[in-house]
């Protein structure tokens, strides 16, 4: 008995395929056309600069470069992918550009800060205060502490008035009236000038204390009013996220409302709840025009909110810009210093956050 062996089968050949034949640009080609544009404008806008004698427009050639971009990738797109594709080409080439200009302030704003505040971020300048400092020297540890102070003061305020209305106005207050006109408050409340918030502090506590009175708290109050509006509304929204199914189980057990949001509601929206406070300190940490009116300015340590006038970073900041003495980059160097102390705390500060929130928030895995 004679067996034959099967020859092997053999795989079928595929031509070789080109993106171009299929419809399809390769992925290389928007980066190289991107390129490629760049170079081209760009060997324009030099020519142009030389025979007219001044220098190269910088901003004029990456706005006429993106254009060029835009026009030449929608209309190959549109040869050899079609309208559709190069339509999408086209807004996805539109947002990304859209995303680099909104990019270009930040970027440059705290590039300036550092290169300008780098120099005076030393030992004395965490140190010491400037009482008795003319000239060169000194340090802002006094504008450190009251900011740190004022602000940790204003936020025990505003978060627990902030955060039990948020409650309210979601598992209480659902088509009632008086939630309805706490909302157009606090929606009204956002809008207002954080001067005319330096004015209210100031006036309710001139009614007890008398006129002219500086104080720490009365900053803090200030900025509390600024920041409750952002806490209700960052906090309400965060809440209504909640799917109603948890709050049914909970009461399907017979837990009470109270501890259902306590133990359900709040646990499940506290990371969305801590970046809104956040959100509000970084809208108040660097207010002036009230501090200004309510804790006013001083050269020396102040440890007492309810005692005597307390230095923050932002009057400093203002203070050392505006009343220089000599040298005057003593001063400028000062007040970039504590510029950029300010971008640090608030960085620093939504590190925390984002720290607090991925600890404490419900965990999905089994």
Same mark, same amino acid.
């Given at each position: 008995?004679?067996?034959?062996? &099967?020859?092997p089968?053999s795989?079928?050949?595929?031509? +070789?395929?080109?993106?171009l034949r299929?419809g399809?640009?390769?992925?290389w ?18 020519? =142009?600069?030389?025979?007219?004698g001044e220098?190269l427009?910088v ?7 993106a254009?060029? %971009?835009l026009?030449? =990738?929608f209309?190959l ?9 190069a339509?999408?080409r086209?807004?996805?080439?539109l ?6 200009i909104?990019?270009v ?13 780098? &120099?005076?971020f ?7 205060s400037?009482?008795?400092i ?9 504008a450190?502490?009251?900011?740190l102070?004022i602000?940790l ?6 978060? +627990? ?6 409650i %309210? ?20 409340m956002?809008g207002?000038?954080?001067i ?7 006036a309710?506590?001139?009614l ?5 009175i500086?104080?720490?708290?009365m900053?803090?109050v ?14 309400e ?5 909640v +799917?109603?199914?948890?709050r049914?189980?909970?009461y &399907? ?7 259902? =949001?306590?133990?359900?509601v ?7 709840i ?5 959100l509000?300190i970084?809208?108040?940490?660097g ?11 001083? &050269? ?10 307390m ?5 400093f900041t %203002?203070?050392?810009y505006m ?7 003593? %001063? ?8 950029l102390?300010?971008?640090? =705390? ?8 984002r ?7 419900p965990?999905?895995g089994?």
């Amino acid at each position: 008995m004679t067996s034959t062996v &099967a020859p092997p089968r053999s795989r079928p050949q595929t031509p +070789p395929s080109t993106s171009l034949r299929n419809g399809r640009l390769p992925a290389w080609v928007p980066w190289a056309l991107l390129g490629a544009t760049l170079l081209v404008v760009l060997a324009v806008f030099a020519v =142009i600069a030389l025979a007219a004698g001044e220098g190269l427009n910088v901003a004029a050639w990456l706005i006429v470069s993106a254009i060029a %971009y835009l026009v030449t =990738i929608f209309a190959l797109s549109g040869i050899v992918e079609g309208r559709r594709k190069a339509v999408d080409r086209f807004v996805t080439g539109l947002v990304t550009i859209a995303f680099l200009i909104a990019m270009v302030p930040l970027i440059s704003v705290a590039w300036t800060v550092v290169a300008n505040g780098v &120099a005076r971020f030393d030992a004395d300048f965490f140190s010491m205060s400037i009482r008795n400092i003319v000239g060169e020297g000194g340090g802002a540890l006094h504008a450190i502490v009251g900011t740190l102070l004022i602000t940790l003061a204003a936020a025990a305020i505003s978060i +627990p008035i902030g955060l039990f209305t948020a409650i %309210y106005l979601v598992e209480y207050g659902e088509g009632k009236r008086l939630a309805r006109g706490i909302t157009f408050l606090v929606d009204v409340m956002t809008g207002i000038p954080s001067i005319v918030a330096g004015l209210f502090a100031y006036a309710l506590f001139a009614l007890f204390l008398g006129p002219g009175i500086r104080l720490g708290i009365m900053g803090s109050v200030a900025l509390a009013v600024l920041m409750i509006p952002v806490v209700v509304r960052s906090s309400e929204e965060m809440l209504r996220l909640v +799917p109603n199914e948890l709050r049914e189980a909970a009461y &399907a057990l017979g837990v009470p409302k109270w501890a259902t =949001i306590a133990k359900v509601v709040l646990p499940t929206a506290v990371a969305g709840i801590t970046t809104g406070v956040m959100l509000s300190i970084a809208r108040v940490i660097g207010e002036t025009a009230p501090l200004l009116i309510t804790a006013g300015f001083t &050269a020396s340590m102040n440890y007492d909110l309810f005692s005597g006038r307390m230095q923050t970073l932002p009057v400093f900041t %203002y203070t050392q810009y505006m009343n220089q003495g000599i040298p005057a980059e003593a %001063y400028i160097d000062r007040a970039w210093a504590a510029a950029l102390t300010l971008i640090v =705390i608030v960085m620093v500060l939504n590190l925390v956050a984002r720290i607090v929130a991925r600890v404490f928030a419900p965990k999905t895995g089994r």
